[in-house]
């Protein structure tokens, strides 16, 4: 079991930055790929940006060159730094750890509550 709980979401004028943080509990964080997802009203969710547990990362084209995503396993946390902001960035943003142990056939997939991101003038 793993409990994410997401911070760092608010209200930012076109071209301002936000940086997202997501603190995991209860289960082995360094095992976990972690990743940042949004979902605006009438949307399905999309994965923005990824980072597997050796620290590839990977990015929606619609965020390359703007936001980062790094985690720090000392302190069990994953962070998304969105520069560059624009307003169809506005949604709400979503922590995911997910473990597939293939050998296992075994998925362990946890989400947190997400966070607000507002982009607007």
């Known amino acids: 079991q793993v409990q994410l709980v997401e911070s760092g979401g608010g209200l930012v004028q076109p071209g301002g930055s936000l940086r997202l943080s997501c603190v995991a509990s209860?289960?082995?964080?360094?095992?976990?790929?972690m990743g940042w997802y949004r979902q605006a009203p009438g949307k399905q969710r999309e994965l923005v940006a990824g980072?597997?547990?050796?620290?590839?990362?990977n990015y929606a084209d619609s965020v390359k060159g703007r936001f980062t995503i790094s985690r720090d396993n000392a302190k069990n946390t994953v962070y998304l730094q969105m520069n560059s902001l624009k307003p169809e960035d506005t949604a709400v943003c979503s922590c995911n750890a997910l473990r597939v142990v293939n050998i296992e056939g075994a998925k362990y997939d946890y989400w947190g509550q997400g966070t607000q991101v507002t982009v607007s003038s």
């Open positions: 980072i597997t547990s050796g620290g590839t990362t």
């Open positions: 209860g289960s082995i964080f360094t095992f976990y790929a």
